[in-house]
């Protein structure tokens, strides 16, 4: 593995809890059945809002199990209330059902599960700036922890377009980078560190820089 002195692959998961949609497209080709059709899309409106309101009526109720590093009980569920497994299913294509899967995920990569890790987060797209670009770079944590390092990459350099901000952006660069090394691109490592550098100099992943950038010049 490449040299991760000082960095922690999971340090982002640390982060999300406390800032927590996949549109269906479906082609009717029948003239004859356009009534049928405008029907059926009001109902499915309709009841995606009710079940968009029932799914953020029960998330909450996993959060501090989620918060203090139950993981598994918020999956699985408790003897109160049902987890996000659970919330998942029930109410997938709503906003809720959306959280409930990235949670999920998010709890399999603390635990170690990156398989399950990697089924759960390859399922969900946001577009805050800050959740879309963490939900990415999770998905890389999980790729890259599986021995995956060109997957890892390709969800880091989304992580890193989907925003850019003092937050996420410089974490997803030397994340990038770290895996950029593991493969051999040594020139692309270099530019990526050095853009931490020269952009992000007093975020937490620019003190050290140096060292990376001069270890690879050699």
């Keep these: 593995m490449a040299d991760i002195e000082n960095f922690d692959v999971q340090e982002i998961s640390d982060k999300i809890q406390d ?5 269906k497209n479906t082609i009717y080709i029948a003239l004859g059945a356009v009534a049928v059709v405008i029907a059926g899309f009001w109902w499915y409106n309709s009841n995606k809002a009710q079940k968009s309101t029932e799914a953020s009526s029960v998330i909450w109720k996993q959060e501090n199990n989620f918060g203090s590093n139950n993981f598994q009980v918020a999956i699985d569920g408790d003897q109160n209330n049902i987890g996000y497994a659970t919330i998942a299913e029930e109410y997938s294509g709503t906003p809720g059902g959306d959280i409930a899967t990235y949670n999920m995920g998010v709890g399999y990569l603390n635990m170690g599960m990156f398989a399950e890790a990697i089924s759960a987060l390859e399922g969900v797209s ?10 990415k ?14 997957k890892a990459i390709s969800n880091y350099k989304a992580a890193v ?34 853009r ?23």
């Excluded at 800032?19 to 549109?23: A, D, G, L, T, V």
Aim: charged letters at 30%.
């Design 161 to 194: 377009a989907h925003s850019t901000n003092d937050f996420t952006t410089p974490v997803y660069l030397k994340k990038l980078a770290i895996a950029q090394e593991e493969v051999g691109d040594i020139e692309d490592a270099i530019s990526n560190y050095e």
């Design 126 to 135: 946001f577009d805050d700036d800050l959740i879309g670009a963490i939900a």
């Design 196 to 218: 931490i550098k020269k952009e992000f100099s007093t975020s937490a992943e620019a003190q050290g820089i140096e060292k990376f950038i001069a270890k690879l010049k050699k």
């Design 137 to 150: 770079g999770a998905l890389g944590d999980a790729y890259f922890e599986t021995q995956q390092a060109d």
């Design 19 to 23: 800032k927590f949609e996949q549109n």
